[in-house]
Nanobody, 121 residues
Framework: QVQLAESGGGLVQPGGSLSLSCTAS????????MSWYRQVAGKERELIAA???????HYAESVKGRFTISRDNAKNTVYLQMNNLKSDDTAVYYC???????????????WGKGTLVTVSS
């Protein structure tokens, strides 16, 4: 019913910048939150940035001051601008959204398939 599609991953040199985007489509009544997670092989998926509808943005300490999350509500799209990238930022980045598909339903978590970001010289 709901799909999330990420784009924008790739290879970037340390100190460089990259922008990710994620668009939600399908049967959407309301979006409560849109977030970005990342996962390194062998480690747990970690929340790095979240944008709560009608609220403020939250960041993990590891990316604060370097990454910026933003949304275009008209397009059901969330962005992640990543600056001053470091090798430790190399990971698969996942988009997550809390979405209700009807006025009577509860919000459920939906996930994108992930996009690989590699920071290397």
């Amino acid at each position: 019913q709901v799909q999330l599609a990420e784009s924008g991953g790739g290879l970037v040199q340390p100190g460089g910048s990259l922008s990710l985007s994620c668009t939600a489509s399908g049967r959407i009544f309301a979006i409560y939150v849109m977030s970005w997670y990342r996962q390194v092989a062998g480690k747990e998926r970690e929340l790095i940035a979240a944008d709560v509808t009608g609220g403020s943005a939250h960041y993990a300490e590891s990316v604060k001051g370097r990454f910026t999350i933003s949304r275009d509500n008209a397009k059901n799209t969330v962005y992640l601008q990543m600056n001053n990238l470091k090798s430790d930022d190399t990971a698969v980045y996942y988009c997550q959204a809390g979405i209700a598909t009807s006025s009577v339903g509860v919000g459920l978590d939906y996930w994108g398939k992930g996009t690989l970001v590699t920071v290397s010289s």
